[in-house]
């Protein structure tokens, strides 16, 4: 019996010269191909060009009376397709024409995986910005099959799940329309369902992904991203642990502070300020040192955009949490990476010692400067 592979792209665009070489891939023998275009916008009017290939038999077209967002589109796709293997891609990515015979190779060969985690290419980085992205991490999860056998999760850019292991599991709405934190979510209970069985690996299955924007500086992805992933931890628990408290909790921190001494001690409040102030730049020499040493000649353009990066993010995550009246979950973390329970909160790095001495020197000298007389 061959197997059945149902390629599952969501799409809000519809692009031709993405969207045409998916549908044209060369199939191989050993497999039946179907793909299911998702398009999630009423008023698009797809090109004549993707129409003429969208015959209902190889190739399926749906478009959403209403704009469903990544998790409720990739739902459909999953409900309308019958496949053993959903292969997701996204509607931007460029594939090679070996894509799905990797792919069907795979599944033949290893039956018993519960999904493949592709390769996701970028091209060189065209500005500081897109250093910064890889420099600081945020790109890391698109090349993971390269770097690692197995994972416990995939971006949906490029990767095959069994619908045997997926059963009832799907994108949890509970997260942004437009993506953050719903992949993650969806693979890691996909394997929570399956005695927590990694994805395998498989580099050979590539595509290339082209830079957000053009690699122009966008800090509302990273935003997005950082309230999506603050869903993670309430849907996950077994995969948080506590930290010290990073840029923005600190600042929340102290700006309550300084309303409790406002009524109680107000001689104080504008050092608390100040020093809420002063970890923000804080924060940008921690970051500096700790990339000078893991990725010396770094420039200060990628420096300063990592640093914000990671403000950003981590006020994503803090806005998510208080827009849901999730106090108790301020300063908690999330380990995508399978170790339960894992707590780090006394685990040193250069980021966090330059970083927790600094605030020391800080708070040393308001209080030096606050108590003369």
């Known amino acids: 019996m061959k197997l059945t592979i149902d390629v599952v792209m969501p799409s809000f665009r519809l692009e031709e010269k993405y969207v045409l070489p998916v549908l044209r891939l060369p199939r191989p023998d050993n497999a039946v191909i179907k793909f299911y275009l998702m398009a999630d916008n009423p008023d698009i009017v797809p090109a004549e060009s993707i129409r003429a290939l969208a015959d209902n038999n190889d190739v399926f077209l749906y478009i959403n009376e209403k704009n469903l967002g990544a998790s409720g589109t990739r739902n459909r796709g999953i409900s309308v397709s019958k496949g053993d293997w959903i292969l997701f891609l996204d509607d931007d990515v460029t594939v090679t024409d070996d894509l799905l015979f990797r792919y069907a190779a795979a599944a033949a060969e290893h039956p018993d995986e519960i999904g493949f985690i592709g390769l996701i290419h970028f091209p060189p980085p065209p500005s500081d910005f897109a250093r910064a992205l890889m420099v600081n991490g945020n790109v890391n999860i698109f090349s993971v099959a390269a770097n690692k056998p197995s994972f416990t999760w995939g971006a949906t850019a490029n990767i095959m799940v069994k619908r045997s292991a997926v059963g009832d599991v799907r994108f949890s709405t509970d997260y942004p329309k437009a993506g953050g934190g719903e992949d993650v979510d969806f693979f890691l209970h996909v394997r929570d369902r399956n005695n927590e069985q990694n994805f395998r690996s498989l580099p050979e299955a590539a595509v290339t992904h082209p830079w957000w924007d053009d690699g122009r500086a966008n800090?509302?992805?990273?935003?997005?991203y950082g309230i999506g992933n603050s869903r993670l931890g309430k849907y996950n628990p077994n995969?948080?642990?506590r930290n010290l408290p990073n840029t923005p909790e600190t600042v929340l921190f102290c700006g309550i502070t300084a309303l409790v001494l406002l009524f109680t001690?107000?001689?104080?409040?504008?050092?608390?300020?100040?020093?809420?102030?002063?970890?923000?730049?804080?924060?940008l020499a921690a970051t500096a040192v700790m990339i000078k040493k893991r990725f010396p000649g770094s420039s200060f353009g990628v420096m300063f955009h990592v640093t914000i990066l990671k403000l950003v993010n981590d006020a994503g995550e803090l806005w998510g949490k208080l827009t849901h009246g999730e106090f108790s979950r301020i300063t908690e973390r999330f380990d995508d990476t399978g170790t339960i329970k894992k707590n780090t909160f006394f685990k040193t790095n250069t980021y966090k010692i330059v970083k927790w001495v600094l605030y020391l020197l800080l708070l040393t000298l308001l209080i030096i400067i606050w108590r003369k007389p």
Not at 219 to 224: F, G, T
Request: proline content about 14%.
């Open 239 to 241: 995969y948080t642990y």
């Open 219 to 224: 800090y509302k992805r990273p935003y997005r």
């Open 265 to 283: 001690a107000p001689g104080w409040v504008i050092p608390v300020l100040l020093f809420a102030v002063g970890s923000l730049p804080v924060e």
